[in-house]
């Protein structure tokens, strides 16, 4: 898998900060099989994906903010939370 960079920063331009229980490469056994299983195809299989995921708000974010699993920012969040893709790990 090639490195990932991490953000370092509190906003996200693509979207709601997202805070996901699991946050795997599209192309590994278990989240293939979520995706094939609900139809989604990806081109690029290098692609990090949260499973789980939630809105993280901006209130609080820098002074414990409710996030204890991986804080993400994904590019596409319209699966209702069962699944983000395009995730890019960020440090609150």
């Known amino acids: 898998m090639p490195e990932v960079a991490t953000r370092q920063t509190s906003e996200c331009n693509t979207g ?19 995706l094939g299983l609900l139809g989604i195809v990806l081109q690029d299989l290098d692609v990090l994906v949260g499973l789980t995921c939630s809105p993280l708000t901006v209130v609080g974010v820098g002074s414990g903010s409710a996030c204890s699993a991986n804080p993400v920012c994904c590019t596409d969040n319209s699966y209702g939370g069962l699944i983000s893709i395009g995730c890019v790990p960020i440090t609150l």
């Open 16 to 34: 709601p900060i997202q805070c996901c229980d699991t946050v795997e490469s599209a192309s590994s056994s278990g989240v293939a099989a979520i």
